[in-house]
């Protein structure tokens, strides 16, 4: 009898030991997004990793319609949270999230007085590289823009894997405070375990002052932008 209870005693205390090993506390930065007015806004969040504005970008996420975002990190650590939402300007802001822990952010987007100033995107493309026999896929972006202050922030999110791109421009700028130039930019993505999907792919660029295209989501076609009045 002893021995039997000493046994059941052990088994509990194996069972209570191996708990903490398997809930290790994730690493989770997530948020609201809204106008001045309290409405919720969509769009997308895209995370640089490191000091803000150094173009290093690590994951991203679309914000729904609730105006909810969640990104689960590998590590805590210094991050640059940049939102946008079309019509708005978008919002840049310096963030540290602390590993094992979660990170409530509220973000308040202010409306774009004009659409006049935006960059845009004039077309989007998908192109496998025949070469590599579809184990490489560019995906390409032409883009334009009325002031020709274009910074580094011509952006993709791949929201099936949560990843986070900025293309490469059409020729290299050495300065991330610089003019990017206007044209094609695009994007050497590693296909060789299965094909683009485009529905998974979302776009937007942003310019030195903060003006944003339209967030430009499957099927990639650019429509007039709208000035949205609050």
């Known amino acids: 009898m002893i021995r039997t209870v000493l046994v059941a005693l052990l088994a509990g205390c194996a069972i209570v030991l191996e708990v903490p090993l398997n809930a290790a506390a994730e690493t989770v930065i997530t948020g609201t997004v809204t106008n001045k007015a309290g409405r919720l806004l969509a769009g997308l969040a895209l995370l640089e990793k490191g000091e803000i504005h150094n173009n290093v970008w690590d994951r991203g996420a679309l914000v729904d319609a609730r105006g909810r975002f969640r990104m689960e990190l590998s590590a805590g650590g210094q991050y640059g949270l940049h939102v946008y939402s079309s019509g708005y300007i978008y919002k840049p802001e310096a963030v540290k999230v602390e590993t094992g822990k979660t990170l409530e952010v509220s973000v308040v987007l202010v409306p774009e007085p004009t659409r006049a100033n935006d960059p845009m995107i004039k ?83 942003a310019d030195h002052q ?17 000035v949205i009045h609050q």
């Open 123 to 205: 077309r989007v493309g998908f192109f496998p590289w025949e070469q590599r026999q579809g184990k490489v896929t560019f995906v390409k972006l032409d883009v334009a823009d009325p002031n020709d202050d274009l910074g580094p922030q011509v952006m993709a999110l791949n929201a099936a894997t949560g990843r986070t791109y900025a293309l490469q421009p059409p020729k290299r700028v050495r300065d991330l405070k610089a003019n990017f130039p206007q044209g094609v930019y695009q994007l050497e993505v590693d296909t060789s375990s299965g094909a683009i999907n485009p529905r998974d792919w979302h776009f937007v660029v």
């Open 210 to 226: 903060c003006n944003t295209t339209d967030i430009l989501s499957y099927p990639h076609e650019p429509k007039p932008p709208r």
